[in-house]
Nanobody, 126 residues
């Protein structure tokens, strides 16, 4: 059974940076992929970024391209999201998720992810 736990959220001023981490435990295989989603109050859960466990196949949502960077450390079974140039509209609960099938064109679809963390709050003040 895979378990995911996010950390690193907090309060930051606009223009600042945060790095989120997601520690994965359980069987993680190279044909898996992991992603970040976020959900603001009253809004749908939104795709942020995705990476295959082999580190290829990196995708970003349009709203974060050029500002966020996804990466992973296989030795630590940890996923990261480096968030720079943060904006108030980035305020949300951020979730990491695992897809047990890495090769797909619908990487943005939250319904295809099999495991989720509990989320970490990111608040960006103006």
């Amino acid at each position: 059974q895979v378990q995911l736990k996010e950390s690193g959220g907090g309060l930051v001023q606009a223009g600042g940076s945060l790095r989120l981490s997601c520690a994965a435990s359980g069987p993680i295989f190279s044909n898996y992929a992991m992603g970040w989603f976020r959900q603001a109050p009253g809004k749908e859960r939104e795709f942020v970024a995705r990476i295959r466990w082999s580190a290829s196949g990196i995708y970003y949502g349009d709203s974060v391209k050029g500002r966020f960077t996804i990466s992973r450390d296989n030795a630590k079974n940890t996923l990261y999201l480096q968030m720079d140039s943060l904006k108030p509209e980035d305020t949300a609960v951020y979730y990491c998720a695992l897809d047990t099938y890495a090769y797909t064109s619908t990487y943005y679809d939250k319904s295809r992810y099999d495991y989720w963390g509990q989320g970490t709050q990111v608040t960006v003040s103006s």
